[in-house]
């Protein structure tokens, strides 16, 4: 069932009438991470303002395949039971040479997580739930709104803003772009990305049918419906599929979009016409980003900041990575609990979480689009060997999945299991009453297991040690203590602690 979309209601604004106050924090954009960012920062008590061109959610199912840690991120949101209800769970993903398959993987064997490894939801459904929470907060949500100019100030930013009634100027503290991949104000500002853009163009399709493919991900090389390219199969919500088709370059987009082109195409992939064409765009492989994320009081995050290719789902769930680094740093600011420079950590690790997306998903580009030559020969080769022998299978590469940033942290370490280690998102676990992610809340917290704390005045979380627990946190050590970020990060972690260690890893969590 296609999904109907119901516009927002335009106000407008007061600034019209008389000019408005100071804003603490400006966001331009209110799609997916634009509406994530107002609503944790009103976790934290700072309420933004939200601007956005439009007054519907997105058309097309654009982003859909949510991770396990940006579900874990929504859920701190306020949406994310919600979307994995909605949602088609999965964690297996096929890949096929021809009609052969070559690979699979299952992104979460083991039990013991509150979130699915992926969950596929269309955008405009997220973004609706979102929207539903901001108001449930009172954020000022104005639709309609365009931002036309931006200047910066020595401690503010001033903007004029366009609406159906005229236009108007608003001041801020902080303005955060989240106005996606062609972002007005990243023009605006004169910045350009850096990184490539490949030679290569992607057909997506949403399609309207009854059919009974399995709740997995299906990749084709060379499949025998579309011959020498690339497709992809994502089941949706409500019979929606998601088919993506390799093109190449020299096709013209917008004759490949008609519908009497896509149609004969899809008929090929499902086996009959019994379907609806919901949906169509073309689009362009691009590994860039700004080198910079943070420019004195204007911020970049989600695509404004980086635009990746779209396998391996690190574009929403990228952005999503830098909601959960930005927002505790900017609302203690704001708050006075930190100095300005602190947001220079939020710079320096989604500059690397977005080196290493760019990395991964220039790797599968080239994969899956070989130059003739050398890059051709070994990809034929992997592929031809992937059906014989089992090295070969894991250096096929139809897009790495996204999983979240292990950040280079200097901070104290203990012998202790790796995937908890600092810089890493702290593991999920089931507790008593509820899941470990939920208990670490989101401010610092200290995680105390099998011994005692110093007080500090930080809240405690002491959960009793199952099995799972020791696993995930203590391998064979009988104790330990973690120091655990507001974004669920591990900051630092021992076998045993002082009050001054714990006090200088967390004056240096802080640091920018």
Known sequence: MAYAHQPFDYVAPSGLMAPEPRHKVIIVGAGPIG???????????VLATVLDDNNVVSVGSRAICWSKRSLEILDRLGVGERSVTKGVTWKVGRTFHRDKEVFNFDLLPEDGHKMPAFVNLQQYFVEEYLVQRAQELNIDLRWKNRVISVDQNADFVSITVETPDGSYMLEADWVIACDGARSPIREMMGLEFDGELFEERF?????????????????????????????????????????????????????????????PRIEKVVGHADFKLDWVSVYTFQCRRLRNFVHNQILFVGDSAHVVSPFGARGGNGGLGDVDALGW?????????????????????RCYGADENLLNSSRSTRFMSPE????????????????????????????????????????????????????????????????MTEALGRDFVLLVLGCDAP??????????????????????????????????????????????????????????
């Open 35 to 45: 509406l994530a960012m107002a609503i944790e920062l009103a976790n934290h008590g």
């Open 455 to 512: 007080e500090l005045g930080i809240r405690v979380v002491k959960p009793v040690l199952t099995d799972m627990i020791r696993r995930r946190y203590l391998g064979d050590q009988p104790q330990a203590v973690y120091l655990i970020r507001p974004d669920q990060v591990v900051a630092a972690r021992w076998l045993s602690a002082s009050a001054a260690e714990i006090e200088a890893a967390l004056e240096q969590s802080w640091e920018g």
């Open 203 to 263: 057909l997506i399709a949403d399609i309207e049918m009854q059919g009974d493919f399995a709740s997995e991900r299906w990749f084709w090389f060379e499949p025998n419906f579309h011959p020498g390219q690339s497709a992809l199969l994502h089941k949706q919500p409500d019979n929606i599929y998601r088919i993506d088709l390799q093109l190449g370059w020299d096709t013209d987009p917008e004759v490949e979009k008609r519908p009497e082109n896509v149609i």
């Open 372 to 435: 003739a030559g050398i890059e051709r020969l070994f990809r034929d080769a992997v592929l031809h060997l992937a059906a014989r022998a089992d090295f070969a299978r894991p250096m096929v590469n139809s897009g790495r999945l996204s999983k979240p940033c292990i950040y280079p942290l200097d901070a104290p370490d203990a012998d202790l299991p790796v995937g908890a280690r600092p810089g890493a998102v702290a593991p999920d676990a089931p507790l008593k009453n509820g899941w």
């Open 329 to 349: 740093r900017l609302a203690a600011v704001i708050n006075g609990a930190a100095a300005p420079e602190t947001l220079q950590g939020y710079d320096r690790e």
